[in-house]
T-cell receptor, first 115, second 115 residues
């Protein structure tokens, strides 16, 4: 079975400071990993994905994520946070060899960037 | 512009009433999904469809029904059997039978409230 854990319900960071939103996963075999962002009363927007290749993935709005196979983690990072980054962030996973199974999402982490 | 349209944005249901949420996409995507979002619980899969005239139950299908008569449309009916339907409902689609390299494209959601 596939699963995703986002251990922090809320992350608070000062504007200009680096941010990290944590994600760990469990799948059989190699993973497809995704990060999405959600603003209030809106759908989710794609930020970045990891399929294969470099462990550091760059995405939209200056975000990046680091894939760590040994720790089964895919933490989202940004060097300098903006107030406009405040939103709900979701990590999602699907096993590479799982056929057509849907993505499994974490419970989300609310990021609050304080001016 | 291509995208996914969910309607209505807000919906109110009386006790014992069935309601239908609309999801239409003009992206020529093959697969479509319905998720339910509750605070602190992330996204839970209700139903998904990989091709026209075929669909599969997700983790929380009880009290819901769907149809996929056209590639562009995947309506969700919340029946009176769903005892706690108040939630935010999200529709998503992908161009392949599964997330593949694309991840999901999400609609803007429908907020359903029981009155």
């Amino acid at each position: 079975a596939q699963s995703v854990a986002q251990p922090e319900d809320q992350v608070n960071v000062a504007e200009g400071n680096p941010l990290t939103v944590k994600c760990t996963y469990s799948v059989s075999g190699n993973p497809y990993l995704f990060w999405y962002v959600q603003y209030p009363n809106r759908g989710l927007q794609f930020l970045l994905k990891y399929i294969t290749g470099d462990n550091l993935v760059k995405g939209s709005y200056g975000f990046e994520a680091e894939f760590n196979k040994s720790q089964t983690s895919f933490h989202l990072k940004k060097p300098s946070a903006l107030v406009s980054d405040s939103a709900l962030y979701f990590c999602a996973v699907r096993a590479l060899n799982s056929g057509n199974t849907p993505l499994v999402f974490g419970k989300g982490t609310r990021l609050s960037v304080i001016a | 512009d291509g995208g996914i349209t969910q309607s209505p944005k807000y919906l109110f249901r009386k006790e014992g009433q069935n309601v239908t949420l609309s999801c239409e996409q003009n992206l020529n995507h093959d697969a479509m999904y319905w998720y339910r979002q509750d605070p602190g619980q992330g996204l839970r899969l209700i139903y998904y469809s990989q091709i026209v005239n075929d669909f599969q139950k997700g983790d929380i299908a009880e009290g819901y029904s769907v149809s996929r008569e056209k590639k562009e449309s995947f309506p969700l009916t919340v029946t009176s059997a769903q005892k706690n339907p108040t939630a935010f409902y999200l529709c998503a689609s992908t161009p392949l039978p599964g997330p593949g390299d694309y991840g999901y494209t999400f609609g803007s959601g429908t907020r359903l409230t029981v009155v």
